[in-house]
């Protein structure tokens, strides 16, 4: 288990100064008046109207009426946590950044994971993308990077940036579907979108419905640039890795996950760090030469492609470890605040069309959302550098500056605030040479859209391929207009021929059997250059293991939480030993019962029910084992919700463990023999079948109707 950090960490005790505890504390108004009657409104006589004197009642009701704001355009729903970045090799070669070359640092960050269509009260198991943005707190100002789980982005310019989110949420005239990007608005728009090819892989792929916000990879995307002492510049693509592995939920259990605990991921998240087993990550990097920056097929430039692996590898320079749960929900995940802008000397942007249209956005959409360009004033954002400029006034001004000199130059404030030369620590745009003419358009070089889509699926396994099938067909299976479902099919015929047939036969179309021509939507008929339509190139490799998550598993069972069907007579014994064993490698059981309270086990000692058949489900366990107990097997077969149970993760393709004489009640069940499956009551064997976390080739054979 990671231990807490008992120094205090320059932003914690910043946060320290803002927080407040009730307890013992009189309650008063919000002019610090003590308060004498918080449960009655002041009245003319007892059942007289109300006064409009009441300042109590009308100071509540006032605060209340303005208590919420505007959800966030896009990553509306979001969970975060404080942790620390420690650097473990120094990056001094490449950049002048203070946290990214001094190995003593601890720099202390926020992070924030979040889907990205539905509001803030939709589910968590949605398909979708996750958000995995960290605001890193250096020495030198805040630092974020604002990525997500996939390493590659729908469009390859900021201006679709509004097209591609009207169109993924829910569509405007009836507002559905939530948090869903199975309908007609996304995929008439991904359709007519070619550029999007590789990406739309990647969401229909298990990636878009990870099993953990602690069990995903984090990529910045874009390419960026770092900046030495000498002012030499290289590229650099950033990448975090998990330490419990890459892992995901099947999409069956993933929509019935939304209906049983729609917080799944935020309560996982929250109790992973309450239990002091913090979350962490590996923060790599793949370095380019700034001379290399043409030595790929594809363009470093274009957000629809990744660098394989196999080409540049991936350096691990340091580790994040979420170590802190926000105070406050409102006060810190939901009013921070992210911009791909915030940079400290050393890092520098690309010029990515996507990510310079970034770069004013997150702003930009602050002024409405927090109200007013004093958004970095508040705590969570708040730099640990005091804050000297002449930026004035604006709502909710926090802080009062001294002086009366608001410009510069000035001779009356002695020329305050100073300006840095760059060995000061002053920051410089990198003097990138430009000479180019000025155009609304795109470069060659970006219309290359299926290489990397057909990298990706080759990478796949044959039970993650088929997985990506099946979400193409299910998601198009949704949309009604049937010459949308026909485009899509038309496009991934240019991925891979037995995909598109695949999902041509599931949706009932013709089955293609060429590689259909693909034009991008954007172009009219009649006008505009038509170069602007796909160029087919080959992959850049073959395959990369770093795409496929079988290739990426960790073999760790800390944090699984492990169900256990117990009864009045289960086996005590089998029970202690799989707690034991479970907990010495960090895992969790959860005994689940017939009914809540104390069971009498074989042997007459106690056991306690965690939770019960009727309060939890299948779904929200990695594993399941039934030990023995004669009479505890019997009471099982007589409830219906646990033959259920067991199915499911039967289904699901999960660990399944029994002892020999639980055998009567497995019989009843779909599981038979087999991969993740050890009905001799082998405890090891169970555990280590957990490690591996799910059997999907068991689906390959034969679907079970849980
Ligand atoms: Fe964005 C939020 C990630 C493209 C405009 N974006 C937002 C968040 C993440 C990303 C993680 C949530 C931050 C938080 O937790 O508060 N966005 C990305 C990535 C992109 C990307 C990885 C492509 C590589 N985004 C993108 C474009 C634009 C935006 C092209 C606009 C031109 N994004 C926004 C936004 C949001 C946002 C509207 C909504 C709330 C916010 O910024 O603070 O400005």
């Not at 390493?151 to 900021?158: E, L, N, S, T, Y």
């Not at 505009?528 to 602007?532: E, G, T």
């Not at 490799?541 to 496929?548: D, G, M, N, W």
């Given at each position: 288990m990671a231990k807490r950090s008992s120094k205090k960490d320059l932003k914690t005790a910043d946060l320290q100064s803002y927080t407040t505890d009730a307890a013992n504390q009189f309650m008063t108004t919000d002019q610090g008046l003590k308060m004498n009657d918080d449960h009655n409104s002041l009245k003319a006589g007892d059942r007289g109207g109300t006064l409009l004197e009441d300042i109590i009642l009308r100071e509540k009701i006032t605060h209340f009426d303005h208590e919420r704001i505007p959800e966030r355009i896009v990553h509306a729903r979001g969970s975060g946590a404080h942790g620390v970045f420690r650097l473990t090799k120094s990056l001094k070669q490449y950049t002048k950044a203070a946290f990214l070359t001094d190995t003593t640092q601890e720099t202390p960050v926020f992070v924030r994971f979040s889907t990205v269509a539905g509001s803030r009260g939709s589910t968590d198991l949605a398909r979708d993308v996750r958000g995995f943005a960290v605001k890193f707190y250096t020495t030198e100002g805040n630092y974020d990077l604002?990525?997500?789980?996939?390493?590659?982005?729908?469009?390859?310019?900021?201006?679709k940036f509004p097209d591609l989110v009207h169109a993924v949420k829910p569509e405007p005239d009836n507002e559905i579907p939530q948090a869903a990007s199975a309908h007609d608005t996304f995929w008439d728009f991904i359709s007519l979108m070619p550029e999007s090819t590789h990406m739309i892989l990647w969401v229909m792929s298990d990636r878009a419905i990870p099993r953990s916000l602690r069990m995903m990879e984090g990529f910045g995307v874009h390419t960026f640039r770092l900046i030495n002492e000498k002012g030499a510049a290289c590229f650099v693509k950033f990448h975090w890795k998990p330490v419990l592995g890459v892992h995901s939920v099947a999409w069956d259990e993933a929509q019935k996950i939304s209906g049983k605990d729609s917080d799944f991921h935020r309560r996982d998240l929250w109790e992973a760090i309450e239990e002091g087993r913090f979350p962490e990550w590996d923060l790599g990097v793949q370095i380019i030469p700034e001379k290399e920056e043409h030595r790929f097929e594809f363009d470093l430039l274009d957000p629809t492609k990744l660098v394989p692996e196999e080409l540049v590898p991936v350096q691990i320079i340091g580790r994040m470890t979420l170590n802190r749960n926000p105070d406050n929900f409102f006060a810190e995940t939901e009013q921070v605040m992210f911009s791909p802008a915030h940079l400290v000397p050393g890092i520098d942007f690309s010029n990515d069309p996507l990510l310079q249209g970034r770069l004013f956005s997150y702003t930009d959409t602050q002024l409405s959302r927090l109200g007013g360009p004093n958004f970095h004033q508040i705590p969570v954002n708040r730099s640990v550098n005091t804050i000297y400029n002449n930026q004035r006034d604006g709502h909710m001004q926090m802080q009062i500056n001294k002086g009366k000199a608001a410009y510069s130059p000035n001779s009356i404030g002695g020329g305050c605030p100073f300006l840095s030369r760059e060995a000061e620590g002053g920051f410089t745009s990198y003097a990138e040479r430009i000479d180019a003419r000025k155009i609304r358009g795109r470069s060659k070089s970006f219309l290359d859209h299926f290489s990397q889509a057909i990298l990706f699926y080759n990478s796949q396994s044959a039970p993650e391929q088929q997985h990506i099938k099946d979400a193409f067909s299910f998601e198009l299976s949704r949309v009604t207009i049937p010459e949308i479902r026909q485009r899509m099919v038309n496009t991934l015929t240019n991925v891979n021929r037995e995909l598109a047939q695949y999902v041509a036969s599931r949706l009932g179309l013709p089955v293609p059997k060429k590689v259909m021509p693909v034009t991008n939507g954007a172009i009219p008929a009649d006008g505009?250059?038509?170069?602007?339509n796909p160029v087919k190139k080959n992959p850049p490799?073959?395959?990369?293991?770093?795409?496929?998550m079988a290739q990426v598993k960790s073999g760790t069972i800390a944090t699984r939480c492990i169900a256990v069907l117990a009864a009045d007579g289960t086996d005590a014994a089998m029970v202690m030993e799989l707690k034991k064993k479970a907990g010495a490698k960090g895992a969790k059981i959860k005994v689940i019962a017939p009914r809540l309270g104390a069971l009498k086990a074989s042997d007459h000692s106690i056991i306690n029910a965690d939770e019960t058949l009727f309060n939890t489900a299948s779904v929200l366990f990695d594993a399941v084992y039934i030990p023995g107990g004669a009479k505890a097997i019997e009471a099982l077969l007589a409830e219906p919700d646990a033959i259920h149970f067991v199915n499911e993760q039967f289904r699901h393709c999960k660990a399944i463990g029994a002892a020999p004489d639980a055998a009567p009640f497995i019989q009843n069940t779909f599981v038979k023999e087999g991969a993740g499956i050890s009905l001799n009551g082998n405890v090891d064997r169970f555990l280590k079948d957990l490690g591996l976390h799910r059997f999907w080739e068991r689906e390959m054979e034969r679907k079970v109707p849980a």
């Open positions: 604002v990525g997500n789980n996939i390493p590659v982005f729908f469009i390859q310019d900021a201006m505009l250059p038509k170069d602007y490799v073959k395959k990369s293991a770093a795409l496929s």
